[in-house]
């Protein structure tokens, strides 16, 4: 029979089911349907390597491997082919498992930083109805980098410069740093999806010999009960002497190092099990009257520590893709920036890129729907830009020429081209990824709590192992030395303290990842469970109550001339002026579509306005005492003057040919969302204090609109951080949030420092939270999310507490007296293993709380 091939997959199969293409040609397909094969007149061309479609005809690069012709989007993608070009030749179907050719492959699918290709329409659909039913090992797309350092995801200040397992924990050491989102799975999950798998198909016929009689199947009777005895070593051997390798081998390490933990347990109870069975097995005659059952034999418990160490991988690989869940944050964040950017060259030609091509200085054109690639300016054009994903915010900003963009945000409806200005690990979607990494890894005080537990818990389960063994084999029941060992390794098993380990990681995991998709950036998880306890906060004014940009308000004349006139005057004075002040006059101006002149013989006197002429015009704008020098009476407006300023405005007086022209007043707006963000505020039981450089007059119109509780006026940088020692001293617990360079002693002194993410740099260093969109609305999300996180903490630490707190005491057996039935090993393997999914799945609920 020929072989024939699935254009589509590129699979070679005898089997194969033809389909003819209306054109006569006869092409052959992998599935029935025909839904896999792609005709010959419109194969998909796609480059190997990154998955996108290419346009043969457009000039791309272009090589050649095996005979064949590859098309490629860019260089760098031709270069990474022709380094090893095997690597990118073929992929597997994640739903079927057969092999796709890359390059022509008709269904493609990014999935949280992964590329997936299909053979097929219907697998592609499967996938994407349960993509986490389909996600099983994926051969890894790269080596980790040269330098990569190794920590333990429980016990981050285990450092290490090559994988192995935690000495203090057991569990496997990962990458540090920030993910490449192409890395590959979990080494660890894919090693225990196998060993599960193994133990699970071994296990399951062991159980039907062992409890077959207690269902109606009498197994035992058919084949007879040594023989039974001897299939069920044959079937727990590998189990136990294989697949449980690593828990052995953690469970050595921690009486090594001296820290014991659940592997401590699980390797005692699962080896006491097995080897107590073996014995038994091969040298039954050496057992006492006591240890022997129905029939002489003596009885074995070899489904027991076959089932728990099943149960134990099935807890372990649950943990482990919640763990790579809550790490789909990261690789979510990571995923917003496009692959490639369109780069506009000195000669106006316009080619897609690889994004690491991608340096500073290039213009670069953004398309109506396109993700925005690096962080830099707008150079031409004009659209709306939704910046949610990055600021929380969910309406989209207007962007004009000289507007700033974020690498991430997406392009609505204009054509934009910009500048790229900060690239690769310089962006600030780059710089949040690696807050959060490093956020994810950090340790909450309340973990203390669990680690001084698990330090005297496991030396404590242990005792009360032998105890319950001492107590059993003396006053147990016939044969009383089997329920000994049963009661004892029931106590090992279930009081395994995962659960314990698993509540705080889990929650501050999930729960900074939650916060990054929301502008929360949180810079540890110290600074989370602070967060949560604060009940003062202290507030700049400028630039985090108000917009941090003053605006010209009003503009009031004075008898003789017009009020485009006096905004005229001022403008063309202020215009040679730097003073913040001036450009809000001038801005103001433009505004309203008022010519601006160019003065002449600009003088500036220190404390007073500026001076100048304007044609063969003396103008002067200033406070009360420059009008006092050049002799003009401002009373006919200067209450007036004085009312703007009792609502916190900046006003000044404008005179020309020594006569009074009028008043223009200016003023630092407060954001829109300030007020209602400072209701929410109260409301979660914060007392809001503003500390401001500003004057006392500007303060306190400012505190009177919004009801702030206290102002501190006039407070220098060291003031501020005198403030927070002050209310230190009052019991208070502070949280500062500031956005410029003079409020980081004082972020740095509170018990949280929270940034604004539009100020200063070292601003951001210096808190313990950074908000990406600077307004109050991000300090209510921040205090929402600190509070369900500790929440959730709290409810972790009561299951676990909880279900070993009853779990010991019911394994020891104290409940056979009343009930007469004493709790098998592997029930208990399966309530520790329950006990850690709970855990998980309660700290799974932070991605989905509104914030």
Request: glycine share 10%; with cysteine.
């Amino acid at each position: 029979m020929q072989i024939k091939k699935d254009l589509g997959s590129g699979i070679m199969d005898r089997h194969a089911h033809h389909h003819h293409h209306s054109s006569g040609d006869e092409h052959h397909c992998c599935s029935a349907n025909g839904a896999c094969g792609t005709h010959s007149d419109d194969t998909v061309i796609r480059d190997p390597v990154c998955g996108m479609t290419v346009d043969p005809h457009a000039g791309k690069p272009t090589g050649e491997h095996a005979g064949r012709t590859f098309h490629f989007c860019s260089a760098g993608c031709k270069t990474k082919f022709e380094a090893e070009p095997e690597a990118y030749l073929t992929a597997t179907d994640p739903v079927c498992g057969m092999k796709v050719d890359r390059a022509t492959a008709e269904h493609f699918l990014r999935h949280e930083g992964h590329k997936h290709y299909f053979c097929s329409s219907g697998c592609k659909a499967k996938f994407e109805a349960d993509p986490h039913k389909y996600e099983g090992p994926r051969p890894a797309e790269k080596p980790m980098p040269k330098g990569t350092l190794y920590t333990c995801p429980m016990h981050p200040e285990i450092v290490r410069d090559k994988p192995g397992s935690c000495p203090i924990c057991g569990m496997a050491l990962e990458p540090m740093g920030v993910p490449t989102g192409d890395e590959g799975p979990n080494p660890e999950l894919v090693d225990f999806v196998r060993r599960f798998w193994v133990s699970a198909v071994l296990s399951i016929p062991l159980l039907v010999v062992t409890m077959g009689p207690m269902l109606g199947l009498p197994v035992r009777e058919w084949i007879g009960e040594r023989a039974a005895i001897w299939v069920e070593l044959v079937l727990a051997s590998p189990v136990v002497l294989w697949a449980a390798i690593p828990f052995f081998h953690r469970g050595w390490e921690s009486i090594l190092n001296r820290s014991p933990n659940m592997w401590t347990l699980i390797s005692i109870g699962v080896g006491t099990a097995y080897v107590y069975s073996l014995v038994a097995t091969l040298f039954p005659e050496i057992f006492p009257h006591q240890f022997r059952g129905h029939g002489g034999t003596v009885p074995v418990y070899f489904e027991a520590a076959s089932v728990i160490v099943a149960l134990v991988f099935l807890g372990q690989v649950l943990e482990l893709k919640a763990r790579e869940r809550t790490g789909s944050a990261i690789r979510a964040l990571l995923d917003l920036a496009p692959k490639t950017a369109r780069r506009i060259a000195a000669d106006g030609t316009e080619t897609d890129v690889p994004l690491d091509e991608v340096h500073s200085g290039d213009r670069l054109r953004i398309r109506p729907g396109d993700s925005v690639p690096v962080d830099g300016t707008v150079l031409e054009g004009r659209s709306s830009v939704d910046e949610a994903m990055i600021t929380g915010e969910p309406v989209p900003v207007e962007k004009a020429a000289g507007d700033a963009l974020i690498g991430g945000t997406i392009n609505k409806n204009g054509s934009l081209v910009m500048q790229a200005e900060k690239v690769g690990s310089e962006t600030m979607l780059a710089n949040i990824v690696e807050m959060v990494a490093k956020a994810q890894r950090s340790r909450a005080p309340i973990q203390g709590l669990a680690d001084r537990v698990s330090a005297w818990f496991v030396p404590a389960v242990v005792l009360v192992a032998i105890v319950a063994f001492v107590v059993w084999s003396l006053l147990g029941p016939q044969p009383s030395m089997v329920y000994a060992i049963v009661a004892a390794v029931s106590v090992l098993i279930i009081a395994c303290p995962c659960a314990l380990g698993l509540a705080t990681p889990m929650s501050i995991m999930t729960a900074t990842g939650r916060g990054a998709h929301a502008g929360v950036l949180v810079k540890n998880a110290e600074a989370l469970e602070r967060f949560a306890a604060v009940d003062t906060l202290i507030v700049d004014k400028t630039g985090t109550l108000t917009e941090g940009k003053p605006k010209l308000t009003d503009v009031a004349a004075a008898e003789g001339f017009a009020e485009d006139e006096v905004l005229a005057l001022a403008a063309a004075l202020e215009k040679a002026s730097e003073h913040p002040l001036a450009e809000a006059i001038v801005e103001g101006a433009r505004d309203r579509g008022i010519r601006i002149g160019e003065a002449r013989n600009f003088a500036s006197v220190t404390g007073k306005g500026v001076s100048g002429q304007l044609g063969d015009r003396n103008v002067a704008i200033g406070n009360e005492a420059l009008m006092a020098d050049l002799g003009i009476d401002i009373r006919p407006i200067g209450n007036q003057a004085a009312d703007l300023r009792a609502h916190g405005k900046t006003a000044m007086f404008v005179a020309a040919d020594e006569k009074l022209a009028g008043i223009v007043a200016v003023a630092d707006p407060i954001k829109a969302t300030t007020a209602e963000a400072i209701r929410a505020l109260h409301g979660r039981g914060l007392k809001i204090i503003m500390a401001t450089g500003d004057n006392e007059r500007t303060a306190r119109a400012v505190a009177a609109k919004l009801g702030i509780d206290e102002i501190r006026a006039g407070v220098l940088p060291e003031g501020k951080k005198l403030l927070i020692d002050e209310l230190h001293a009052r019991g208070a617990k502070v949280a500062m949030a500031g956005d410029g360079v003079n409020d980081a002693p004082a972020l740095a002194a509170a018990d949280v420092g929270i940034a604004m993410g539009t100020g200063a740099d070292v601003a951001m260093e210096s808190a313990g939270i950074t908000l990406v969109k600077g307004d109050l609305n991000g300090i209510v999300r921040a205090r929402s999310l600190a509070e369900a996180t500790l929440r959730n903490i709290r409810q972790n630490l009561f299951f676990a507490f909880v279900y070993n707190a009853l779990g010991v005491p019911v394994a020891a057996g104290i409940l056979y007296p009343v009930f007469g039935t004493l709790l098998s090993p592997m029930i208990a393997a399966a309530a520790m293993s329950l006990s850690s999914v709970s855990v998980i799945g309660n700290a799974l609920r932070l991605r989905s709380i509104k914030l």
